[in-house]
């Protein structure tokens, strides 16, 4: 079993900043690939960014690329999404996940087995 909890979501205007947290617990944390997803009012949850268990690796979706930054802090057992210049259509459900393995499919939400409870961000204009 794995728990995520995610924090740091909130209101921000247009252009603004935003640093989310997802804190792990249970199953080895360093092991996990770890990915961010969100899910704005009446859309798909659509994959944003992912990382490997060593953060050597990052992949983002297109529209988040130069924009959100993905990392992560073994020794905390911490993921983290940094997002900046934000707009008001990133407003959403972000969630974090952890899948048991990286590769080709890591956007797809198949290949994450756990989910934190979200964290709602919204972006004024």
């Known amino acids: 079993q794995v728990q995520l909890v995610e924090s740091g979501g909130g209101l921000v205007q247009a252009g603004g900043s935003l640093r989310l947290s997802c804190a792990a617990s249970?199953?080895?944390?360093?092991?996990?690939?770890m990915g961010w997803f969100r899910q704005a009012p009446g859309k798909e949850r659509e994959f944003v960014a992912a990382?490997?268990?060593?953060?050597?690796?990052?992949y983002y979706a297109d529209s988040v690329k130069g924009q959100f930054t993905i990392s992560r802090d073994n020794a905390k057992n911490t993921v983290y999404l940094q997002m900046n210049s934000l707009k008001p259509e990133d407003t959403a459900v972000y969630y974090c996940?952890?899948?048991?393995?990286?590769?080709?499919?890591?956007?797809?939400?198949?290949?994450?087995?756990?989910w934190g409870q979200g964290t709602q961000v919204t972006v004024s204009s």
């Open positions: 990382i490997n268990w060593s953060g050597g690796n990052t």
């Open positions: 996940a952890a899948a048991r393995r990286w590769g080709p499919s890591i956007g797809s939400p198949y290949e994450y087995d756990y």
């Open positions: 249970g199953r080895t944390f360093s092991n996990s690939a």
